[in-house]
């Protein structure tokens, strides 16, 4: 059997002009998790990452807690997010009462992406964005195709992605409805990983948002969702 680490990026920096970079807490996060890869004795035989500077500075985060040297990584567009930010402006777009006043509660953003997501799912939103749920799935199962495909009769592989992309990874292979990749989504903790088992056509899902290396009690504070 082969495994495969489905690794959300660490903390980025939400709410700034440039979010696809990590905030000082998420450098750490990555640099815990590679700590505890360590801890266990990890050793990846293939590395994925997606195109995002998000993406390349956790697992930078995390081979320096592993203190190993950045591998040779495959970087690959297929694990790159979906555009959240044209998507809830399309969806605000069509919903204006739900724009939320300054200074919201991080909940009401969170319900307003929501929305987004189950309007963008049932196709209620293609106008303004990059691509439509159809062809983000499609794109994010080319990925695991292409991701297992390295695999030799017992491989490890390490894919460092967003919350988006491992959610609907996750949803094909429990063959669950979209709703279950929106409830995935939005509970994936940064720098948690899934961890899978597959052969051949086989794959079984072994856990879903890991986070052994935040449960510290003077790291209660360094979980994180955006």
């Given amino acids: 059997m082969s495994e495969l680490f489905l690794v959300r990026h660490a903390q980025a920096c939400f709410g700034e002009d ?3 970079r990590l905030s000082p807490l998420g450098h750490q996060q990555a640099r815990w998790l590679g700590e505890y890869f360590k801890f266990r004795k990890l050793r990846f035989d293939h590395v994925i990452c997606g195109e995002m500077t ?17 591998p040779t990584q495959s970087t690959h567009a297929q694990w790159n997010e979906f555009d959240f930010e044209a998507l809830v402006t399309a969806y605000l777009g069509d919903h204006p009462v739900e724009i939320p006043a ?36 499609q794109r994010v199962r080319s990925g695991m195709s292409r991701a297992t495909s390295l695999a030799g009769s017992s491989s490890k592989i390490l894919v460092v992605s967003s919350g988006g992309a491992i959610s609907m990874a996750l949803r094909q292979v429990l063959a669950a409805p979209p709703g279950a990749m929106i409830q995935m989504n939005l509970q994936t903790r940064n720098s948690s990983y899934s961890h899978l088992y597959f052969k051949n056509d086989m794959m079984q899902l072994a856990g879903f948002n890991h986070v052994p290396h935040l449960e510290h009690p003077d790291r209660s504070n360094a979980v994180t969702y955006y």
């Avoid at 991080?106 to 997501?117: K, M, R, V, Y």
Wanted: charged fraction near 25%; glycine fraction near 8%; hydrophobic fraction near 35%.
């Fill in 18 to 20: 440039d979010y696809d």
């Fill in 54 to 70: 998000r993406h390349r500075e956790t697992l930078e985060g995390i081979c320096s807690g592993m203190e190993l040297d950045t």
């Fill in 102 to 137: 300054e200074g919201a509660a991080p909940s009401e953003f969170t319900q307003i992406l929501h929305n987004a997501l189950q309007a963008w799912a049932d196709g209620r939103i293609t106008a303004g964005i990059p691509e439509t749920w159809n062809e983000f799935e």
